[in-house]
């Protein structure tokens, strides 16, 4: 048997969804135009304030009668994100066998939505509404509705480890291929709002009352989104290679980064040198820019300590808001629009340098062009939980 460890990864059929539109095409579209009506929509906490969420900008289809005991708004974006990949994902079953097939999901809400949306039945009935399952809001059931759907039974599970499973599902899935366990892993990450997460982050004084404003001055926190991106990651060749990948737990802080960023950095040396490249290479660096004071000190900090303030780097979360566990995988989706289509993705904020913060190159204008074959998409988490993504245009 060949040495599978050693085989390169490639990303060959690619699906998103989030508040820039219903599919690879309106997304690319809308990143592009650094189109913020995403962040138009409103949730209204527990605390009375009425603050901007990264809504979908469309409706999810109900799901198949054959799949009605898996409904949640999750799956339903599950459901969308998957069916653009229907086409390659039969093919890997023939080709390989249903059980050469895996599933990696990263989420960090799962079905939550459903259970809040069913408690006020349970208070009044003193029980369980009928049809309830706690299930949906289990975090592996994304990962065994995508097994469902699609008939596939090699490893299957998912990720949460907050801000970066979505990524962290992506490297799992090129750890599956590399030991040989699968031939195809169905990875990505997909999360919708809830309330849980919106109030929790609001108690953390994380939540930001208008538009999120990374690495300005006035930044005041984070827009929470919603979004899903999924992928088939094979050994076979195509135009997107997963070129590199690195991953780092510093457990600084249960919700704050370490100011130095010894963990992201550990990540992203990890990614370059699973990629082969050196600092140089990067065209294009995908931030993670929450807007939160701390986050986009260390970030900032780690960036030029790292880059320098020549590589082209943007956040755009000011467009999608913060997807959570769909971030990082998302965000690799925008790294690889930003190759297919030699464009940066915009940094769209209002332009006032924090003269705190190292000078990182923002590439904040619309319709810069790109330069090279790399792009990196970095996430980092609660718990010091640090991810970067390295994507290369073949």
Partial sequence: MSDMSKSQIYLNAMSAANALGRNWQEVSRGLFAGDRSGLESQETLNDGRSV???????????????????????????????????????AAKEKYGSSRVGVVIGTSTSGTSQTEARLPEWILAGGPPPGFDFRRQELGDAAEFVA????????????????????????????????????????????????????????????????????????????????????????????????????????????????????ARIAIEQALASAGIDCRDLAYLNLHGTATRLNDAMEAKVTYDLFGDTLPCSSTKSLTGHMLGAAGSNEAAFAIMALQQGILPPHIWDGERDPALAPVCLADDIGLGIRGNYAMSCSYAFGGNNAALILARE
């Avoid at 409706?59 to 998957?82: I, K, T, Y």
């Avoid at 135009?239 to 919700?255: N, Y």
């Fill in 148 to 263: 469902a759907v699609t008939g596939v039974f090699g490893p299957c599970f998912s990720v949460s480890t907050a801000c970066t499973s979505g990524a962290r599902a992506l490297a799992s899935a090129a750890r599956l291929l590399h030991a040989g366990l699968c031939d195809a892993v169905i990875a990505g990450g997909v999360d919708t709002l809830c309330g849980l997460t919106l109030n929790g982050f609001s108690v953390l004084d994380s939540i930001a009352g208008e538009r999120c404003n990374p690495f300005s001055k006035h930044r005041t926190g984070i827009n929470i989104g919603e979004g899903g991106a999924l992928f088939l990651v094979t050994r076979e060749t195509s135009e997107i290679r997963l070129a590199g990948w690195g991953e780092s737990a510093d457990a600084h802080h249960l919700s704050a980064p370490d100011p130095e960023g010894k963990g």
């Fill in 52 to 90: 901007p969420v990264g809504r979908l900008n469309f409706d999810l289809d109900c799901l198949e009668p054959q799949f009605a005991d898996w409904d949640s708004r999750n799956n339903r974006l599950v459901r969308q994100c998957l069916t653009p990949l229907t086409e390659a994902i039969d």
